[in-house]
């Protein structure tokens, strides 16, 4: 069973920063891309950052030059640096991977896109 846990969410002035972490772990093979998505009361949930395994990175406009996505060597960890943080960027952030696991129970690899549970960031003005 595959699961994605998240950390470092909380409240944080206008300005402040904060850095959110999330690990991956289960019968995983490889992961091909990690991400962070966003969604704000009322409002669709929304990429904001991506890696993939060789490292290319891609961020939404409102974010760049602000947020920063990074992973560990062994892949199965992404973080995102949030630096200069403004009150609309208030919203549970989410964990994404697409990868590849090994099921025990079919016997063979299979792909699929995982979830973490969310995390809220709150920034106040």
């Known amino acids: 069973q595959v699961r994605l846990v998240e950390s470092g969410g909380g409240l944080v002035q206008a300005g402040g920063s904060l850095r959110l972490s999330c690990a991956a772990s289960?019968?995983?093979?490889?992961?091909?891309?990690m991400g962070w998505h966003r969604q704000a009361p009322g409002k669709q949930r929304e990429l904001v950052a991506a890696?993939?395994?060789?490292?290319?990175?891609n961020y939404a406009d409102s974010v760049k030059d602000r947020f920063t996505i990074s992973r560990n060597n062994a892949g199965n960890t992404v973080y995102l640096q949030m630096n200069s943080l403004k009150p609309e960027d208030t919203a549970v952030y989410y964990c994404?991977?697409?990868?590849?696991?090994?099921?025990?129970?079919?016997?063979?690899?299979?792909?699929?896109?995982?979830w973490g549970q969310g995390t809220q960031v709150t920034v106040s003005s």
């Open positions: 994404n991977a697409h990868l590849m696991y090994y099921s025990p129970g079919r016997g063979g690899y299979y792909t699929g896109d995982y």
């Open positions: 289960g019968n995983i093979f490889n992961i091909n891309t």
């Open positions: 890696i993939t395994s060789g490292g290319d990175r």
